[in-house]
């Protein structure tokens, strides 16, 4: 069975003890569990630099209300893309930011000794990334670090029996990219990564609004546009004439909301059907007994669950905190290590 966590080389016991911290590395946001306290941090993975020295100014929320704000010398940039890390030193600023924080919100003030810390990651990434992760969280504070892939802690999140002889099938939809798994004895018999998501959603709402309306809209528009479909008849949208360059309001019905996001949608769920043709028949029952479960933000697109029921077939659950389903299935892990040990490592 595949190895299912990694370690970084450090001192001391193998199992985890005392403060410990799970970290949900998301392309959009990144939750921070801690051991015996439950989520703490839930902010965005946006970084403000200053582009003269290459300081971080800001991390998280202060700094997404930076983008599209900043003057010239300073840079507000989302460190990680497709769901792996493409500005490492930025997000080696951000880890060491939410490690502080957890530590500080504690009311220690930064002092101890240094947390032991579990982060997921895609279960697409490169073992360059996954070293490249290992070594920036190790550098950004922490004293020992370990990986689980995220399809499998979105499971645990979601309640998913993923310990027993049957089949569990989880579609994680983040920011950068949907995690597909089919889940048995604890590992992942069927895995595929698609680095369709959250984020080409909002890119093609942006592009259609342009195509059709040619009006120029920013990704925190975009954003609001998909997370207001379905409530209301039409969402008003404000943003910029490419013709006159003045500002213009513009209403988007949920029909039209529904062509812009066609694209990437579609290939989600073609994603889904491709991991199926690779499921053992052993395993198709179980998941047409159970359901494929939804986590993840994409998951609250509406209409989706029933989209993806349709074209497949299948029984589809939305969880019932897709948001923190990653963190929540990382911080059992670091709760219920000594049991789960067994299931994850090599």
Sequence with gaps: MAKRTQSAPSAGSSGFRGRDIGIDLGTANTLVFERGRGVVLDEPSVVAIDTHTGKVLAVGARARQAVGRTPGSITATRPLKGGVITDFEATEGMLRHFIRAARDSQGRGGRGRSPRVVVCVPSGVTGVERRAVLQTASR?????????????????????????????????????????????????????????????????????????????????????????YGSADFVPVRGRDKGTGMPKVIHLTPEEIAAAVERPVRSIVEAVQAAFEECPPELYGDIMERGVVLTGGGALLHGFDQRLAAETGMPVTVADEPLGCVALGTGRCLEEYDKLESIFAA
């Design 140 to 228: 950004a504070g922490a004293r020992s670090v370990r990986l689980i892939e995220e399809p499998i802690a979105a499971a645990i999140g979601a309640g998913l029996p993923v310990h027993e002889a049957r089949g569990s099938m989880v579609v994680d939809i983040g920011g950068g990219s949907t995690e597909i798994a089919i889940i048995s004895l604890g590992g992942m018999v069927v895995s595929r990564s698609a680095r369709v998501a959250g984020d080409a959603l909002d890119a093609a709402i942006a592009s259609y609004i342009e195509r059709e309306f040619a009006i120029a809209v920013g990704e925190r528009t975009a954003e609001e546009i998909k997370m207001s």
